[in-house]
């Protein structure tokens, strides 16, 4: 039965995700999957649809290897989209909902993506015209489905080359060049070590970086997540994290298929619209980011909502207050809070609590390496520090990625020969072994539970005109757990105001990674080699999150 957790690993049991959907359909055949917006999907009916946009992609002359992006919110659509990507032996892209047209088409370009799913009029945003308008070459793309929102378009621009984007209904009926046994047998033909997805992270270098996973590594890993953190057949799933991530997409959409649990998406967080579907949906799991709880706690009209069915929390991304994790039991009713740590470049995870930890052990630490996992601190030197010292956090083991997409570089820069992950943060380890993250990956920063980097901030910030040079850092921030803020020198015959920047930056950026504000300086601090010392900054700008502001 997919979801009792016990005695099989996850990859060996269930080989492929195309092979996982066709189990649920026969295990859970009458049982919700999908409930969204009026539409229930049963598990039986979620694997005919995946088939039939498997044979539409199949149509489309999708083979097995190629990538295929999904650019799209959380709605029915994406999790058929998604999982027939997989049906058909291609490797899911998922784009941030957030991105400009530049940051899209810069995955698009760097993964070789030879078709793009998405929408139109989301948050009134047409994605594919900001990819037009984008000026970045897209060769390979070759076929765009409007999943939702609008009839078939004819496109084009300076990145695209004039073609028509298929309505959802074209798309599937094109399918019917593809028969079942042809689909059948791609889905069946795909192999537990083909990638299954490629996630992308941007890194400290400030530009997109791949990183594939296969379908053994996804599945394994998170057959251990849902048995740790008590996920069951009957459970309804509101997955108010974005599909893009794989938090929404693997915690949520995948281990609800292993499990017997129903996606219940939400294509955005809205205070007002999660406590009505909570009770009305009578939703029993609600993982977030902290500031999804702080959000919800802090409405006067909290106590006449009915909260009675939430049962499983789970959370992490921020540091996290014990009071937080009492209130979220006391006051949400959640009978279980559990809290983990993770990286793209580990299948999205690596240590977590457990759901009998108390409360300070789960505020305070990111819990214990996952089974089949080693996690190590460690000094300068490479050796393991003693446990209750700090030092470098690496990881070893099944779920860490081989090496970045087309990219060796910077592969070998953080991959060593005997395959420890070297992940940049800073921890320390308890003698449980229990692990707690003292500092952000290099720079890093979390904005509501999105990673926001520095230098790609930066390197956007670079581009304008009137900016000579650009430092952004991270900022501790009660709602969102931490925002940016950037110092930035003019050029000397130049002139603009902070106001202009944050519009400007507005334009070209997801809006997690707009600074809070932006400050004009005469220069930025600098040690004897050239390098600004952003420690520097992150005190002023602290300093100056406690000034009153006009």
């Not at 695209?160 to 798309?171: E, G, N, S």
């Not at 949520?252 to 017997?260: A, V």
């Not at 592969?411 to 005997?418: E, P, Q």
């Not at 920063?445 to 990673?451: A, H, M, Q, S």
Request: hydrophobic share 45%.
């Amino acid at each position: 039965m997919p979801g009792s957790g016990e005695g099989k690993r996850g990859d060996l049991e269930l080989g492929t995700l195309p092979r996982l959907v066709l189990r649920a359909a026969e295990e859970l055949a009458g049982s919700a999957a999908v409930e969204d917006e009026g539409v229930t999907l049963t598990f039986a009916e979620l694997a005919v649809l995946v088939r039939r946009a498997a044979r539409a992609l199949m149509a489309l002359g999708i083979g097995p290897g190629d990538r295929v992006a999904l650019w799209a919110p959380n709605t029915w659509e994406w999790v058929v989209a998604g999982l027939a990507v997989h049906a058909a032996g291609g490797a899911l892209v998922p784009i941030n909902t957030r991105y400009k047209g530049v940051e899209a088409a810069e995955v698009l370009a760097k993964s070789s993506a030879r078709a793009l799913l998405t929408t139109a009029g989301f948050l009134g945003t047409d994605y594919v015209a900001l990819l037009g308008q984008s000026g970045v070459p897209l060769p390979h793309l070759g076929a765009i489905v409007v999943l939702r929102g609008a009839a078939a378009v004819t496109i084009g621009g300076a990145s695209l080359p004039a073609t028509t984007a298929l309505t959802w209904t074209d798309f599937l009926a094109g399918g019917d060049a593809i028969s079942d046994a042809e689909a059948s047998a791609r889905a069946l033909a795909v192999a537990p070590g083909d990638v299954c997805d490629i996630l992308f992270t941007s890194g400290t270098t400030g530009r997109p970086k791949g990183v594939p996973s296969t379908h053994a590594q996804t599945l394994r890993a998170f057959r251990d997540w849902a048995a740790t953190v008590g996920l069951r057949r009957g459970d309804r799933y509101l997955v108010v994290l974005p599909f893009f991530h794989s938090f929404g997409y693997k915690a949520g959409i995948l281990t609800c298929l292993m499990t017997g649990a129903t996606i219940l998406p939400q294509a955005t967080f809205d205070a007002d619209a999660v406590l009505e579907r909570i009770a009305r949906d009578r939703v029993s799991v609600l993982p977030g980011p902290p500031a999804l709880y702080q959000t919800l706690l802090a409405r006067p009209d909290l106590a006449s909502h009915d909260l009675s069915t939430l049962r499983l929390a789970v959370t992490g991304a921020a540091v996290i207050p014990v009071e937080l994790i009492h209130r979220m039991r006391r006051e949400l009713a959640f009978d279980t809070v559990i809290t983990g740590y993770g990286l793209t470049e580990t299948t999205g995870i690596v240590t977590m609590c457990h759901f009998d930890d108390d409360a300070e052990t789960i505020a305070g630490t990111s819990g214990r390496a996952i089974p089949g996992v080693e996690v190590r601190v460690v000094g300068d030197d490479g050796r393991e520090v003693p446990r209750g010292e700090p030092g470098e956090v690496i990881v070893r083991g099944y779920n860490v990625m081989h090496g970045y997409l087309d990219d060796r570089e910077e592969t070998d820069a953080v991959l060593d020969a005997d395959g420890w992950l070297r992940t940049g943060d800073v921890g320390v380890m308890d003698r449980r072994g229990y692990l707690r993250i003292t500092d952000r990956k290099k720079d890093m920063f979390i904005v509501g539970g999105f990673n926001a980097y520095p230098a790609e901030i930066e390197r956007i910030l670079l581009g304008h005109e009137a900016v000579a040079q650009a430092a952004v850092v991270g900022v501790p921030d009660p709602r969102l757990g931490e925002v940016g803020v950037a110092f930035v020198v003019l050029r000397a015959d130049r002139l603009v105001t902070e106001a202009d920047l944050l519009a400007w930056s507005r334009e070209r950026m997801a809006n997690y990674k707009v600074p809070r504000w932006v400050e004009v300086v005469p220069t930025l601090p600098a040690n004897a080699t050239g390098k600004v010392l952003k420690y520097v900054l992150r005190e002023q700008a602290r300093a100056r999150m406690k000034e009153p502001r006009g």
